[in-house]
């Protein structure tokens, strides 16, 4: 990890294809990127670059599956009221494998920790984001 902070901190920032994979761990694909997204990393690639190269080295560094990273950051982005965050990671761990009850006790445990109604608006986001799913199956 350090090594690509220095690599890039000297000049040596991925082309675009070399973050795509970042991107599409982010978000599915650079086309289903909010315009704003794109715009951002085409102006600030080198921002971008080291971004998604802290997300790729965090991602290897334990155990966990992508599943459970994804159940985890859903617990965050639920606890920082961040709703675009929140639905992006219910459709990772979805795509993960995760099931609507994994998804919903993810929720419950956010409730001791941030309040009733993160948690609340958290049920909603998970719901919102399976019913839109099975509409576009």
Do not use: N
Request: proline share 4%; hydrophobic share 45%; glycine share 8%.
């Amino acid at each position: 990890m350090v090594r690509f902070f220095l690599d890039h901190a000297a000049g040596e920032i991925p082309a675009r294809s070399a973050r795509e994979p970042i991107m599409q761990q982010s978000i599915g694909s650079r086309d289903a990127a909010p315009d704003t997204f794109k715009a951002f990393t085409d102006k600030y690639g080198e921002i971008a670059g080291l971004w998604e190269g802290l997300a790729q080295a965090v991602d290897k560094a334990g155990p966990l599956d992508t599943k459970m990273r994804e159940l985890v950051k859903l617990g965050i982005a639920v606890g920082q009221f961040h709703e675009t965050a929140a639905r992006s990671h219910i459709r990772r761990a979805v795509a993960a494998g995760a099931d609507r009850a994994e998804l919903e006790q993810v929720v419950l445990l956010s409730a001791t920790m941030c309040g009733l109604p993160r948690a609340v608006a958290g049920w909603q986001w998970i719901d919102e984001e399976l019913r839109r799913a099975a509409q576009t199956g």
